[in-house]
């Protein structure tokens, strides 16, 4: 409970709970992920890969939430360990686009089963109208942040 006037009531706070929804949904989703030899940017990664194949390090970094730096020693590992492939050199620029291997594409499916029954227990108290409102919400939110980013 806030004592002043100064500062964030964390007890209301819609943007305390949703980081503190945000960090338990990450912990559920390392703890699935951890027998499968896989962190959550890993398996963000190899999903973001599956879905738009052919993604540079900068982007893969910036839809997984990492540095640019991270999601670099990431792929190398990656690459290393036969779930993706990059060209030896880049055909334009510095870009060396990604791609799920199949061994990639057979640890993801396990992977994003994990993931799914996270989401679905996560999801268990809510109606499907409770969980339309809470997507409809949560985009209505990230936009708006956004928009205020671009009109800086």
Known sequence: MKQD??????????????KEASSVLRSAMEEVLRPLGMSVTHYSCLELLAQRPGLSNSELARGAFVTRQSMNVLLQNLE???????????AVG???????????????EKASAAVRSVEVRMLSGMTETEQSDAFRSLQSMIRSLRDDDDGA
């Open 94 to 108: 510095k870009v060396l686009p990604a791609r799920l291997t199949p061994r990639g594409r057979r640890s993801l």
């Open 80 to 90: 290393r360990e036969g779930y993706v492939t990059r060209p030896a050199e880049a």
């Open 5 to 18: 006037g100064a500062g964030v009531d964390l007890e209301t706070s819609l943007g305390y709970l949703l």
